[in-house]
């Protein structure tokens, strides 16, 4: 056994999740992705919140403390709860100056209006009410910057990302989201190896301490621009057919952030798993199939969305390809 595979299988958490609800393929259940990731204290508040003991979702919080990368990405999940924002009122109620149950309600209010079930403006005041109980936290802005990323004008977009990057300079999830963001311009120009989002993405990772994950961000630059090409109609479906990691300039970006993870790996970050699934996607459309194993054994059973779906593609079939390959070329 190899030392990945064996780290990796040491990484599975204790805790089982549970069986699949009733009339719900087991098939099926075992294919879903899980945005809590390998956060087990998440997943047990997010179960417990939606029967509607929201005191789970009080004492996770209350412990995550001032770690905003994992604060963030812990609201945010338990904001995808269908019954969220009415468990969240109900927390309010009871603990009526809460920040932490404002910030809940305010995610939720978020996702809500991402999913057109509740008005923008609405989820807006939402967020601009829990940032004022909590004027040093950088999640309700980071609430705000999701839905404008998704409705919002630029110069709403950058307003809500420099709010969170002053509360923050290193938040991971902003980061992506203006990534996502920027990627997205000029897709009718086709290919530009000088466009923007590599500057931003370049700018940050220069800016970012030597340990910050933030070093991988140029390959989620590199990941999110073939997703806006590829949609447009700039090359083939296949990522690893289109060239888009071969070139020269995508060789060096892969090598240092493969570099980067080789010395630092920071077992310890809640969203170390997307990076993960980014670099191994790109490693393995580069061709690196040695490199690529490496990574899906960190991976396990961890696959995210994104990237495997891009442009519009299985993600599930692609993940499992992907890593047949690579475990099979290692």
């Not at 809460?98 to 978020?110: E, F, N, R, T």
């Not at 609430?143 to 969170?164: K, S, T, W």
């Not at 580069?286 to 779906?309: C, N």
Request: glycine share 6%; hydrophobic share 45%.
């Amino acid at each position: 056994m190899s030392r990945n595979t064996r780290r990796a299988r040491e990484e599975v958490p204790a805790v089982s999740p549970p069986p699949p609800p009733l009339g719900r393929g087991r098939r099926r259940a075992s294919q879903a992705f899980d945005e809590a990731l390998d956060d087990a204290d998440l997943m047990a508040a997010r179960a417990a919140l939606a029967q509607g003991r929201w005191q789970n979702a009080r004492s996770l919080l209350v412990h995550t403390g001032d770690d905003w990368d994992r604060r963030g990405h812990r609201v945010t999940v338990l904001a995808l709860e269908s019954s969220c924002a009415a468990w969240a009122r109900e927390w309010l109620l009871a603990e009526p100056e809460s920040a932490d149950a404002s910030v809940l309600l305010a995610l939720a209010q978020v996702r809500r209006a991402l999913h057109g079930k509740a008005k923008p403006d609405r989820a807006r005041e939402a967020c601009q009410a829990a940032a004022a109980r909590a004027p040093a936290d950088p999640t309700p802005w980071l609430g705000l910057l999701m839905l404008e990323c998704a409705v919002g004008g630029d110069q709403d977009v950058v307003r809500g990302f420099e709010a969170v990057r002053g509360r923050y300079a290193d938040h991971h999830h902003a980061h992506h989201l203006m990534v996502a963001r920027l990627a997205g311009r000029r897709a009718e120009a086709g290919p530009d190896p000088l466009h923007e989002v590599y500057d931003f993405a370049n700018w940050a990772a220069e800016q970012a301490p030597a340990d910050s994950p933030l070093a991988i961000l140029p390959v989620i630059a590199h990941a999110e621009r073939y997703r806006v090409l590829a949609a447009a109609g700039h090359g083939p479906a296949d990522p690893a057919a289109s060239g888009h990691w071969t070139g020269r300039r995508a060789r060096q970006v892969m090598k240092a952030a493969f570099d980067w993870w080789l010395e630092w790996e920071l077992e310890g970050h809640p969203r170390r798993l997307i990076d993960l699934n980014f670099l191994a996607h790109a490693k393995f459309c580069e061709g690196r199939g040695a490199e690529a194993a490496a990574l899906f054994h960190r991976i396990g059973r961890h696959a995210t969305p994104a990237p495997w779906s891009y442009p519009d593609r299985d993600p599930h079939t692609a993940f499992a390809a992907a890593r047949a390959g690579a475990l099979g070329t290692a």
